[in-house]
């Protein structure tokens, strides 16, 4: 393709994309397919002739859309939203175009400070301290592709940090005069294999997911009902004694501001006052889906940013859900940017340039796991300007108003119930025919399985997407539904309709139920 060529081919991939946004609250919003509809369609291997463009570009159209799932489409309530901006959509196409790894400042200086530069103007948008920020030359944060990918960065620079600790106490000398500690051999045999992460059962699949990768431990403390499924500093100080008193260290704290199941925010101050006993051990706040949210001043006290600017060592914010920026875009700040460098600066001569010698710079490679790095910060650059500090406030307000519209019809219904209060743009509900006095007595298990056939009918569904989860908790285990709000094209309207739609699938539950009630 020429420079001319290109030229066509763009505008009229640009035509296509808005005829899509023209059209995306008329198409369902699940794809509707069957598995391996797609590789049928497709050729076993690559052709041995180029293709015409044009061709290939139309099937896009004809074969890759049809097995699209929207997650732009107003009716999306599942997961949480992975809202795409056209802001994104352009800066991806920019970035593209003066692609690059960007792994050190000098492969694109401007990728490196930019990153710089947003990642701190995101930290001061949801009231991040100073202490977190770049230019206190401390701390500061860097832009990853998943909360995942923050919270296994966090694991490893937890580790090598507890190791570290480790040596000192036992001894090892800092091996230059910035104080850098080597690790020998000896401590890490002696200790790496006793050292525990802590999160609750409510954690994210990335706190077991990094224990594996860590091939350390994973203790999921129990959460109970009455604290809204939080994670309180008395279980969790009960978890880390019981395991200390079996010779084990405990140095990693998975904390979680919005669960993924019921949006719970996590005892922070309380986990934060508990830990300072236990210095050795790493806090990394999960905020991945409500960290966003700090942006709203007065969400700030409820979603306890105080004990996240207080204790946490790292947090973690997803740009990419609620946040308006385009997949990828996970914020990740931590206060002592050493913590990362330490663990993760290795550095082969090819690697090395006059100015990272010169410690002039940052070269972000030695802050992730990975090499090489997405040019992502032009996408949060885009969005905070384009939509300013109040346009991405207004956002998120709209998601949390359709969130208590619709928590006022749902506690109106003589059927359903909300298990736990709705968590900023998040309702977790459930069919309870004891909601209505007349069948009272109706136990876990047979509650439960209603749940499951009305979740198996909505997942049947095209044209509204919710998710399912169960809510494990110290009294009982809850099948429910979640319904996330915060959709960038949704209107309360859409909410309205996917209510009615669950509405009418549970009373068709509920009327069989009670047919095989009064047959028992
Ligand atoms: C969505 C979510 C994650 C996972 O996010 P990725 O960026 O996909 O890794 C982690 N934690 C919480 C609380 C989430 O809501």
């Not at 991939?13 to 946004?21: E, L, P």
């Not at 001061?124 to 500061?140: A, C, D, I, N, R």
């Not at 036992?170 to 080597?182: F, H, L, R």
């Not at 700030?300 to 997803?318: H, I, Q, W």
Request: net charge negative; charged share 20%.
């Amino acid at each position: 393709m020429d420079i001319e060529q290109f030229r066509k081919a763009g505008y009229a991939a640009v035509d296509s994309i808005c005829d899509y946004y023209a059209n995306i609250q008329n198409v369902p919003v699940k794809a509707q397919v069957q598995p391996g509809y797609l590789i049928d369609q497709l050729p076993t291997s690559a052709p041995e002739d180029g293709q015409e463009f044009s061709t290939i570009q139309q099937d896009f159209g004809k074969l890759i859309l049809p097995g699209i799932t929207h997650w732009q489409s107003p009716s999306f309530f599942a997961y949480f939203p992975s809202n795409s901006t056209f802001e994104c959509m352009i800066a991806d196409m920019l970035a593209s175009s003066v692609s690059n790894p960007g792994f050190n400042w000098i492969c694109s200086p401007a990728c490196t400070e930019l990153e710089q530069v947003v990642v701190e103007w995101a930290a001061k948008l949801l009231g991040l301290e100073k202490t977190f920020w770049g230019s206190s030359g401390v701390g500061g944060g860097v832009i990853m592709g998943s909360a995942s990918d923050c919270a296994f960065t966090a694991g490893i620079a937890a580790r090598e940090r507890a190791l570290r600790d480790l040596a000192l106490q036992n001894g090892v000398k800092p091996s230059d005069k910035n104080g850098q500690i080597e690790i020998p051999d000896t401590i890490r045999n002696e200790y790496s294999q006793k050292l525990v992460i802590y999160g609750s059962t409510q954690t994210h699949s990335l706190g077991a997911k990094t224990a594996v990768m860590l091939g350390l431990p994973f203790r999921a403390v129990p959460v109970s009902i009455e604290d809204n499924y939080a994670l309180t500093g008395a279980s969790l100080k009960e978890a880390i004694e019981a395991d200390i008193a079996q010779g084990l260290i405990p140095f990693l704290v998975y904390a979680t501001v919005g669960t993924t199941s019921t949006g719970a925010v996590d005892k922070i101050d309380e986990i934060g006052g508990v830990l300072t006993n236990y210095p050795t051990v790493f806090l990394h706040v999960d905020a991945a889906w409500a960290g966003v949210a700090y942006a709203l001043p007065e969400y700030r006290a409820p979603l306890e940013l105080n004990g996240v600017n207080k204790y946490a060592d790292s947090f973690c914010a997803n740009f990419h859900k609620w946040g308006l920026t385009t997949f990828d875009c996970s914020i990740f700040c931590v206060k002592n940017r050493k913590d990362l460098t330490q663990a993760l600066d290795v550095t082969p001569t090819y690697l090395r340039s006059k100015e990272a010698d010169a410690g002039t710079v940052i070269d972000y490679r030695n802050w992730q796991p990975a090499l090489g790095r997405r040019f992502r910060s032009i996408k949060l650059w885009f969005v905070l300007r384009s939509y300013g500090v109040k346009g991405f406030q207004q956002h998120l307000l709209r998601g949390i108003e359709h969130c208590q519209q619709l928590e006022k019809i749902v506690k109106q219904s003589s059927k359903f119930e909300i298990v736990t209060p709705p968590s900023l743009a998040l309702i977790v509900f459930r069919l309870n025919p004891a909601k209505s006095q007349e069948n009272a007595n109706i136990d876990d298990d047979e509650l439960n399985l209603i749940n499951q056939k009305l979740f198996t009918a909505l997942d049947l569904r095209y044209d509204i997407f919710l998710t399912q989860t169960v809510l494990h908790s110290k009294e009982r285990n809850m099948f429910v539904i979640r319904l996330a709000m915060g959709g960038v094209h949704t209107k309360f309207s859409d909410v309205e309709n996917a209510w009615r739609i669950v509405e009418e699938e549970g009373e068709k539950v509920l009327s069989e139920w009670k047919a095989q009630k009064a047959m028992e």
